[in-house]
């Protein structure tokens, strides 16, 4: 339990649930303190003016009509209705003439023009009177009660109830959003967690808000997707180089034996090794060129061009080598205007020619269609236990195993389209294979 409140105090979360509603009633208090300072300033004023003018009434009354006529206003105005008028007119013995009180108040002095406060014993609020002393020493005390005073200490109370609910429900609401937050990161932690120690598919679950924490998990997860990739294709990459790579540089080391144990053979044999080596080259510059694909490092240089006449180049320069092996390549479809890198999708459809020709060996039909282009060739095609892995880099179908080529080509051509948003289809076209690249529209 002690843990767990030091855990929740260190939070920032949790101090920023506390600080922040304490800082609000710090600013709360200022302005109140201003605006009240004005308010009673403002009510003060109002009620000495009150105060003043209704003493400086009864004078003139009492000068004008004399005392009879003092003594009924006074009765009149001391029995109205819930007033808040004080009157008190006494003769020069201090004895009650007329009035609401009945009692010469103690701390007020009977003095002309003598101002004073006191408490109404009967009702217990503060009085702010002013005294009058009329002709054969009777004595008049004017006051009003002190609402002001009372405005103050609602307004007190009222901002003290204010405060009070203000900081419970900003705290409460605080830590209940800061507790939402801190479940959300100790979904991420775990997770990190997880994949930490060796569970490399677990992903952090998203709670479907589709706000920015969930939009933070989705970029995680996309990221965590990228990494797994990233490390799968170098285990495979790994162990394929390395089963690959022996088949050339055994032949490799074997024609450099070769080379002096018979003199007229080393141009062949020299040859023979060079072209070894070009292969082990071509085989690393493809690894190369995928990784930066499945990475991401190649960005796409778009450009808008005609899909048809990309095809074209590229008919143009596979047909003689078709043609050689005795078969045809033609190329249908229609013209198709999209924004793609030229120089990835040509090395594409290079690659699913190379292929058809490869393992097809037959006549080869390229297709141009909105935002595709297929290959077709009308040979044996691929058994079905093997066609989901064929974009798998180093994979070979068991029908190719022997045949040339590291098996990177598919794996190139899915990283590409994938790169312009789209994805690799490969079926058998029953006679034959067909590969289609689809962008995205």
């Given at each position: 339990m002690t843990r767990s409140w030091h855990t929740m105090v260190r939070s920032p979360f949790t101090r920023w649930a506390i600080i922040m509603p304490l800082l609000m009633c710090i600013v709360v208090t200022?302005?109140?303190?201003?605006?009240?300072?004005e308010t009673q300033r403002a009510l003060i004023n109002e009620f000495q003016t009150a105060l003043r003018e209704e003493v400086l009434n009864l004078e003139l009354l009492y000068r004008e009509e004399g005392f009879t006529a003092l003594k009924k206003s006074i009765d009149r105005r001391a029995h109205q209705d819930e007033t808040q008028r004080v009157y008190?007119?006494?003769?020069?013995?201090?004895?009650?003439?007329?009035?609401?009180?009945?009692?010469?108040?103690?701390?007020?002095?009977?003095r002309d023009d003598a101002e004073a406060t006191f408490i109404d014993p009967t009702t217990g609020e503060k009085v702010a009177a002013e005294v009058i002393l009329l002709y054969g020493d009777n004595q008049l005390l004017v006051g009003r009660r002190a609402i002001h005073e009372q405005v103050a200490r609602h307004l007190i109370q009222n901002y003290l109830w204010l405060c009070a609910l203000m900081l419970f429900s900003a705290t409460a609401a605080g830590l209940l959003f800061s507790r939402a937050i801190q479940k959300r990161l100790?979904?991420?932690?775990?997770?990190?967690?997880?994949?930490?120690?060796?569970?490399?598919?677990s992903r952090i679950a998203l709670a479907g808000s589709n706000d920015e924490i969930d939009g933070v998990i989705v970029e995680l997860n996309a990221l965590l997707d990228q990494q797994e990739k990233?490390?799968?294709?170098?285990?495979?990459?790994?162990?394929?180089?390395a089963h690959d790579l022996r088949q050339p540089l055994s032949l490799l080391r074997g024609k450099l034996l070769e080379i002096g144990t018979e003199p007229?053979?080393?141009?062949?044999?020299?040859?023979?090794?060079?072209?070894?080596?070009?292969?082990i080259l071509a085989m690393f510059s493809a690894i190369l060129r995928l990784g930066r694909l499945e990475s991401g490092a190649q960005a796409l240089q778009l450009e808008t061009i005609d899909l048809k006449v990309l095809a074209e180049d590229v008919v143009e320069l596979y047909q003689p080598l078709i043609e050689d092996a005795g078969h045809t390549l033609t190329l249908s479809?229609?013209?198709?205007?999209?924004?793609?890198?030229?120089?990835?999708?040509?090395?594409a459809l290079c690659n699913l020619i190379e292929n058809a020709n490869r393992y097809g060996q037959s006549q080869i039909d390229v297709l141009i269609s909105p935002q595709a282009i297929t290959v077709r060739d009308y040979g044996q095609g691929v058994a079905q236990s093997d066609l989901d892995r064929l974009s798998e880099p180093f994979?070979?179908?068991e029908s190719s195993r022997n045949s040339a080529g590291h098996?990177?080509?598919?794996?190139?051509?899915?990283?590409?389209?994938?790169?312009?948003?789209?994805?690799?289809?490969?079926?058998?076209?029953?006679?034959?294979?067909?590969?289609t690249l689809q962008l995205a529209s």
């Open positions: 200022i302005f109140g303190v201003l605006a009240f300072r008190l007119l006494t003769n020069a013995r201090g004895e009650y003439i007329a009035g609401n009180l009945k009692i010469w108040p103690r701390n007020v002095p009977i100790a979904a991420i932690h775990h997770t990190a967690n997880t994949i930490r120690l060796g569970h490399q598919q990233l490390l799968t294709y170098a285990r495979q990459s790994s162990s394929a180089i007229q053979q080393d141009v062949l044999v020299k040859q023979e090794a060079l072209a070894q080596l070009d292969q479809g229609e013209h198709c205007i999209i924004a793609i890198d030229r120089e990835l999708i040509f090395a994979f070979k179908a098996g990177l080509g598919l794996a190139l051509v899915k990283a590409i389209a994938e790169l312009h948003g789209g994805h690799l289809i490969l079926r058998n076209a029953e006679p034959g294979f067909m590969a």
